[in-house]
């Protein structure tokens, strides 16, 4: 063929006509990205011979939407825009041959691809003001001769890669969409045909990840299928994923679904390093955001591990943190990555098995000792992978007994941080899956049991409790024996919680039984024989035994400082239960110095900031209150709650306690307006973070309506207490301590409010209950009686008032003149 003459012109000499811009098409709905639009605004405009910007992100960010939008919207004056799809050297070949058959037709038949690809270049190289577009580069070995060579215009790149083009090149990092622009996003899509059920768009959108690719994937799909709703798509997505990730509306380009996408990328990290495909496989597991590095690095072969996370980052299926401690994926590619797929060699069923048994060891295995104030910033930083992994287990599937574990381990955590609803979930699930697969009488099924059972109780719930730990307590002497350690502790348990539910004269004998065979079988200085003297002690002072219980606990603390020395936890707590007795007993003086012993022993043993320490700063607070010494306590209390604030979070039980205990401090110091406002802060709370019904939240309700009695708003004060005495009688019952507490306040809110005889009713009842549940000489009977004798002698009536005021006997005035 003879070479046209055209091909003998100096390229440097060859204008672009017009019209031959190849500039691909932009999604008719395009939303947001005006940060970036403006970061291409500004890098186009900047000074040089050659400008090179950079757009990376995940595969369906919208980096080339993105690009093609810009450059036919924008005010960018370049010309020609050439766009080459550079996804391998061949695809860049293609595109500057192209580029060159658009300058000059003629020669598209008279020269080979090649020839046509250099005669591209050095037009590129010999001219200015055009833009050229490099679209999903994948090597940038492929690019390098252009941008080497290729010096006077204005170059933009797309790719998955996160790598330095250049030293002077402007890179752009693209993520996802925010939640309103992707919902903007997909009602127009499926909008664009008219009004529709638009049901789900928001909870769709948040599945989704917010991934422009797999939101307009969706919309144009429901665009479609006009009888499915958003919320509808939702559950296919839950229920059949796969499909769901592979399914586009007629007309759509089939390759172009994030499911087929990513294997593309995954097909190239896979020829580099096959063991990052590995890693983003059991990456799938945990939550999306905020993955320690602790889960991501093999202890064995961390070279390895630091190469794969390494190519996964520059392909940007994982984001690393700033800081270097951790790395994010995104939601879409962990929910692609973990449903098998027997046409992709990257989702076969067997290596994503494989996978998830990869993931649950190593976090497994990362869990540290959650009764270590230390380890609880590791433990936070897991608990959201450990609610992934466990959520991403199907209910039908085989029990794994490591997971079970890790259920059982996270509600102990959660438990000790007082997060009942998430902590009862995972031991409830645990007891399943261990009674299932190892039978109800394995050792392990029975301590899962005893551990919801603690988490019902400290939820408050101990009609829940009782019956586990009474099972339990069956099974262990059935079992191991009455004399076999495990089922003391059983008792012990069982014991405490009937304590908690107020019944106290049952707890008593089996703390009793306990401390008998404990003595017997382990001996007198035994750390839990010692531990059951203290029980019993206790129990013996909440049935208001007293005097029973101060020789108890004084032998008690001797020999825990004779057994375990003057500095070990359990005789610091034995100090401050001898405190309480003391203080209890009317002993204040002699309280308050164990109380500031226990307390510089705790700062110097644990630490400022252990909760423990906390705790005896409380009790010494209170105890200089019930001195009288206010000023003192409220210090305390202010800088306890501050540190419980700090140290375990503003909704933490134990951060709610000691807030009611500096709005106690502060009522009685005569602040009222500052306790009231304690006291409404700390009831809503503990109904947000306990729940309604919760024995803590019935009492923060109680004190608030004390504090409301004592500003003078009585009628607020009865309208709490009257919802507190049924709630009491409801969760609590009739009898228990607490409902007898609740029902004497509220006639001490009858009488101020003047309704006597309401007053008189209630305590006459209260009394005759105390009498019978608590006993005749217990100090609340006492109380009980010496308040309802204080009533039956104010006046009922106004008539009696105005008469006792003027010294009369109140009697009936009708009588009177009789």
Known sequence: MQVPVEAYRPIAEVEAPAGIDNLESWPGWFVGRENELDQLDTAVTA??????????????????SLAAYWAGTRPHGCAPIVWIRADSPAGVEQGLAGFAARLQPALAEALTVEDLAERGLQWLASHTGWLLILDNVEDPADIAAILARARTGRVLITGRLS??????????????????????????????????????????????????????QAGAYLAQARFTTPRAYLQLLIDQPGPTFDRVAAGTEPQRTIARIWRVTLDRIAETEPAAVELL????????DNIPLTLCRSTTDPATSDAALGLLAVYSMITPDPSGSGLSIHRLVQAVARTPDTTDPHRDPAAIERARTSATGTLRNCLPDHEDPATWPIWRALVPHIAALTSYIHSDATPDLLVAEIRSLAGRFLLDQGVHVSALAYHHQALIDFDQVLGADHSSTLESRNDLAEAYKSAGRTAEAIPLHEQNLADRERTLGADHPDTLTTRNNLALTYESAGRVSEAIPLHEQNLADRERTLGADHRDTLRSRNN???????????????PLLEQNLADFDRVLGLDHPDTLTSRGSLAYAYQAAGRVREAIPLHEQNLADSERVLGADHPNTLTSRGSLANAYQAAGRVREAISLLERTLADFERVLG????????????????????????EAISLHERTLADSERVLGADHPDTLTSRNNLASAYQVAGRVREAISLLERTLADSERVLGADHPDTLTSRNNLASAYQAAGRVREAISLLERTLADSERVLGADHPNT??????????????????????AKKGGSPTRGKKRRG
Do not use: F
Not at 48 to 57: I, S
Not at 181 to 192: M, S, V
Not at 281 to 288: D, G, S
Not at 650 to 673: C, E, F, I, M, N
């Open 536 to 550: 019993l002690a206790s129990a013996h002072q909440s049935e208001g035994r007293v005097r029973e219980a101060i």
């Open 650 to 673: 503003a909704d933490h039980p134990d951060t709610l306690t000691s807030r009611g205990s500096l709005a106690s401090a502060y009522q009685v110091a005569g602040r009222v307006r």
């Open 47 to 64: 000074g040089g011979p050659v400008v090179v910007a950079a757009v990376h992100g995940l595969g369906g960010v919208g980096k080339s």
């Open 163 to 216: 790598v330095p083009w250049q030293a002077d090149a402007v890179v752009i990092s693209l993520d996802v969409l925010t939640s309103d622009e992707a919902q903007r996003l997909l009602t127009g899509l499926i909008t664009a045909g008219g009004p529709r059920d638009l049901d789900g768009v928001a909870e769709l959108c948040e599945a989704l990840g917010y991934l422009p690719l797999a939101v307009q």
């Open 281 to 288: 496989r059991t990456l799938a597991w945990y939550a999306p």
């Open 782 to 803: 006492l109380t009980t009686r010496n308040n309802l004798a204080a009533v039956q002698y104010q006046p009922t009536n106004r008539a009696e008032r105005r008469h």
